[in-house]
């Protein structure tokens, strides 16, 4: 075994496709495909599934991956220490349903790298897609919410998954509206004022089901619905045509300006909001210092994170 095979594991795991990882390490696949089987051969397992579909992790494999990474790190760290090399470019990835606060502890994160090379990635993606993402060591962590209607079923999916979930903190239901909106003025909303008004929801594709819903209340029959595919034309929609969303209530005017407001929703619901990791990855230093950054802005915003977050 050498660094540079466990460094090639980490790229194939990363592009998902030996022959997308070839092209990024400048060599051939043959040469990719040979170093791979040499490593299987070695430690006398199967990292990789194959089939005509492609190439996925098996469970030797994930485990594998895992202590890949630590090895690696570590060898970073004591690289820096005694033969003062620079850091490696530091990658992580992390995938979530389409939270402001969740951008904006990205965005404070990264402007505070001192590390002259960096990949991270911020996948806002539907909600089958981020338990697919972790799951398959695409990203490290993903956020997103459980409640009374979809826990059982969430849940289920990921202990099949082999996932674990870990609650960050509950929120009470808003809704996101314009400034404008005639109903911006009230200091509580009812599902019964929203009704002349569209609901903006973020479609799921394929996983269209009621339990993957990123808003909450999504079984209540509405004469008005748009789905859309980003947060920033559902925005646009909240401001030009008087729609209305379901939320955490946690926005950052630095980011999102003040043209969308939060207000309480009169519910007896509420949001367990949190992350799922994949306990056979360590975790980077960068997705670490992304949930402490997570941590301190929903204190900034007067919630309580969970105990065990």
Same mark, same amino acid.
């Given at each position: 075994?050498?660094?540079?095979?466990?460094?090639?594991?980490?790229?194939?795991?990363?592009?998902?496709?030996?022959?997308?990882?070839?092209?990024?390490?400048?060599?051939?696949?043959?040469?990719?495909?040979?170093?791979?089987?040499?490593?299987?051969?070695?430690?006398?397992?199967?990292?990789?599934?194959?089939?005509?579909?492609?190439?996925?992790?098996?469970?030797?494999?994930?485990?594998?991956?895992?202590?890949?990474?630590?090895?690696?790190?570590?060898?970073?760290?004591?690289?820096?220490?005694?033969?003062?090399?620079?850091?490696?470019?530091?990658?992580?990835?992390?995938?979530?349903?389409?939270?402001?606060?969740?951008?904006?502890?990205?965005?404070?994160?990264?402007?505070?790298?001192?590390?002259?090379?960096?990949?991270?990635? !911020? *996948? @806002?993606?539907? =909600?089958? &897609?981020?338990?697919?993402?972790?799951?398959?060591?695409?990203? /490290?962590? $993903?956020?997103?919410?459980?409640?009374?209607?979809?826990?059982?079923?969430?849940?289920?999916?990921?202990?099949?998954?082999?996932?674990?979930?870990?609650?960050?903190?509950?929120?009470?239901?808003?809704?996101?509206?314009?400034?404008?909106?005639?109903?911006? !003025? *009230? @200091?509580?909303? =009812?599902? &019964?004022?929203?009704?002349?008004?569209?609901?903006?929801?973020? /479609?799921? $594709?394929?996983?269209?089901?009621?339990?993957?819903?990123?808003?909450?209340?999504?079984?209540?029959?509405?004469?008005?619905?748009?789905?859309?595919?980003?947060?920033?034309?559902?925005?646009?929609?909240?401001?030009?045509?008087?729609?209305?969303?379901?939320?955490?209530?946690?926005?950052?005017?630095?980011?999102?300006?003040?043209?969308?407001?939060?207000?309480?929703?009169?519910?007896?619901?509420?949001?367990?909001?949190?992350?799922?990791?994949?306990?056979?990855?360590?975790?980077?230093?960068?997705?670490e210092n992304y949930l402490a950054e997570l941590k301190r802005l929903i204190r900034s915003n007067g919630l309580t994170v969970c105990n065990d977050a």
């Amino acid at each position: 075994m050498t660094l540079q095979q466990l460094r090639y594991i980490i790229t194939i795991v990363n592009c998902g496709s030996i022959s997308e990882a070839a092209k990024q390490l400048y060599i051939t696949q043959p040469s990719l495909s040979n170093a791979v089987k040499e490593l299987e051969q070695e430690y006398h397992i199967s990292i990789f599934n194959r089939t005509s579909k492609g190439i996925s992790l098996s469970p030797d494999g994930s485990e594998f991956l895992s202590y890949a990474r630590q090895i690696l790190e570590q060898t970073d760290l004591m690289e820096q220490h005694y033969l003062n090399k620079k850091p490696l470019k530091r990658i992580c990835s992390i995938s979530t349903q389409h939270y402001a606060f969740a951008v904006n502890a990205f965005v404070n994160l990264v402007s505070r790298q001192e590390h002259d090379e960096y990949e991270f990635t !911020l *996948r @806002e993606t539907r =909600t089958y &897609e981020i338990i697919e993402d972790v799951k398959n060591f695409r990203s /490290e962590l $993903g956020i997103l919410y459980l409640n009374d209607f979809n826990e059982k079923v969430m849940k289920k999916l990921f202990k099949e998954s082999g996932l674990i979930f870990h609650p960050l903190f509950e929120a009470s239901p808003h809704v996101f509206i314009s400034s404008s909106h005639p109903l911006s !003025l *009230r @200091e509580l909303v =009812t599902m &019964e004022d929203l009704k002349p008004f569209p609901f903006l929801a973020f /479609e799921q $594709g394929e996983n269209n089901s009621f339990y993957f819903s990123e808003e909450i209340l999504s079984t209540v029959p509405r004469k008005k619905i748009i789905y859309v595919s980003d947060r920033a034309t559902l925005f646009n929609l909240l401001i030009g045509l008087n729609g209305y969303t379901i939320c955490s209530g946690i926005l950052n005017s630095n980011l999102n300006g003040d043209n969308i407001i939060a207000v309480p929703l009169g519910t007896s619901e509420h949001m367990r909001i949190g992350w799922i990791t994949n306990p056979k990855v360590h975790l980077s230093s960068f997705a670490e210092n992304y949930l402490a950054e997570l941590k301190r802005l929903i204190r900034s915003n007067g919630l309580t994170v969970c105990n065990d977050a």
